[in-house]
Nanobody, 124 residues
Framework: QVQLVESGGGVVQTGGSLRLTCAAS????????MGWFRQAPGKEREFVAAISWDGFNTRYADSVTGRFTISRDNAKNTVYLQMNSLKREDTAVYYCAARIFSAIATTRSAFGSWGQGTQVTVSS
């Protein structure tokens, strides 16, 4: 199993940028697909982005396509989420998640390990 710790959240103005980092521990990190989800107050946790084990395949929610970029560095056991052109509706707790398989996925049930989350607040 992979243990995950997110960082990089904070308060940013509309139009600004943040980069989230997910540090993973566990020998299997480089062989599993990873993802980012988010949960706003009063809403369900939703898919944001995902990346395959080798970084060659990525998927994005329609709401973040063109603004967010997911990437990974297997040598550092780290996944990143670069968030640009942030909007107020991006405000949420962002969670890093890991699969037990190498193939990319976009549903919550496909991910078995979760971090504790990091708060992102976009203010006008």
């Amino acid at each position: 199993q992979v243990q995950l710790v997110e960082s990089g959240g904070g308060v940013v103005q509309t139009g600004g940028s943040l980069r989230l980092t997910c540090a993973a521990s566990g020998r299997t990190f480089s062989s599993v697909a990873m993802g980012w989800f988010r949960q706003a107050p009063g809403k369900e946790r939703e898919f944001v982005a995902a990346i395959s084990w080798d970084g060659f395949n990525t998927r994005y929610a329609d709401s973040v396509t063109g603004r967010f970029t997911i990437s990974r560095d297997n040598a550092k056991n780290t996944v990143y989420l670069q968030m640009n052109s942030l909007k107020r509706e991006d405000t949420a707790v962002y969670y890093c998640a890991a699969r037990i398989f190498s193939a990319i996925a976009t549903t919550r049930s496909a991910f078995g390990s979760w971090g504790q989350g990091t708060q992102v607040t976009v203010s006008s």
